[in-house]
């Protein structure tokens, strides 16, 4: 399928690695310019130069905090100031920590706040004024904001957030031409994954591969995902092959969620 994003520009938020760096690199494998950014400029450009070198895409590296407003501003200028405009925005950002709700202080709540929800908004605010009609926004969000997830908290209450600004912005932005969606991840295996299930083995007392192996019992398809089939996915969502997309929620999760 051809998805039309060949020299579209692409904001690609948290996309050192993980499931930000499956998305842009299937945007550059598609002929996209991938503007990245993540809170390490080195790894940020590490991975930029790896995407070059691979594919042959022209790439934007930027260190980036996407709970500071500052940063977010410059990442989305330089962007503007390289290429003029902005075809598309992967809404991304590293997730809060886990907890039960009964550890968990205000400033971790607010914490989560400033990463998850208030970047999302600062990030489409930013890059609108650069987008036309045929625009895409895309974030990641997870399958907490569906079925709550054991000790995300944090997680589980920004994220559905994101995904009820989503809704919102699906039809304010309608009218301009510009598409909205949401991407859920099921199992996709990343050091946020791991890191997760590290934490779950602890708590519980058990070994990881315990974690898990429960963990890939309850997915029908039998495996955890990859960031590239993940990449996949969120590239279609965001490319004008997925011209009558928009406003809804698209899982990535070999069949996880049961929720009809």
């Known amino acids: 399928m ?6 579209k520009v692409m904001l690609v938020a948290a996309s050192s690695k993980g499931l930000g760096f499956g998305i842009a690199r299937a945007l550059a494998q598609n002929g ?28 934007l590296a930027t260190a980036c905090d996407v709970s500071q407003p500052d940063d977010i501003q ?29 550890s968990l202080t205000d400033a971790q709540w607010q914490a989560a706040f400033e990463l998850t929800l208030l970047s999302s908004i ?10 036309t009609e045929g625009g895409a926004i895309l974030a990641v969000t997870s399958s907490s904001i569906i079925q709550p997830i054991e000790a995300l908290a944090l997680s589980t209450v920004m994220r ?24 859920v991840p099921g199992r ?20 990881i591969e315990t974690v898990q192996a429960e963990s890939v019992s309850r997915i029908p398809l039998g495996r955890i995902g990859t960031i590239e089939e993940f990449g996949s996915v969120g590239a279609f ?9 928009t406003g809804t929620t698209v899982r990535v999760d070999g069949g996880f969620v049961r929720s009809i």
């Open 74 to 102: 410059a990442w989305v200028a330089r962007t503007a100031d390289q290429w003029g405009v902005i075809h598309g925005l992967l809404v991304n950002a590293g997730g809060p920590p886990s907890g039960s709700f009964k």
């Open 160 to 183: 559905s957030g994101v995904a009820a600004l989503l809704k919102t912005l699906a039809e304010e932005l309608a009218p301009d031409g510009i598409r909205v969606n949401n991407i």
């Open 32 to 59: 996209a310019k991938v503007s990245m950014c993540s809170r390490s400029g080195d790894d940020v450009e590490a991975a930029a130069k790896a995407l070059r070198d691979e594919t042959g895409a022209e790439t």
């Open 188 to 207: 996709i295996q990343t050091d946020r994954i791991t890191q997760l299930d590290t934490n779950t083995a602890k708590r519980r007392g058990v070994p």
């Open 2 to 7: 051809e998805l039309g994003l060949n020299n």
């Open 122 to 131: 600062r990030m489409i605010r930013a890059a609108l004024p650069y987008m």
């Open 237 to 245: 969502l965001l490319s004008p092959a997925a011209s009558y997309v």
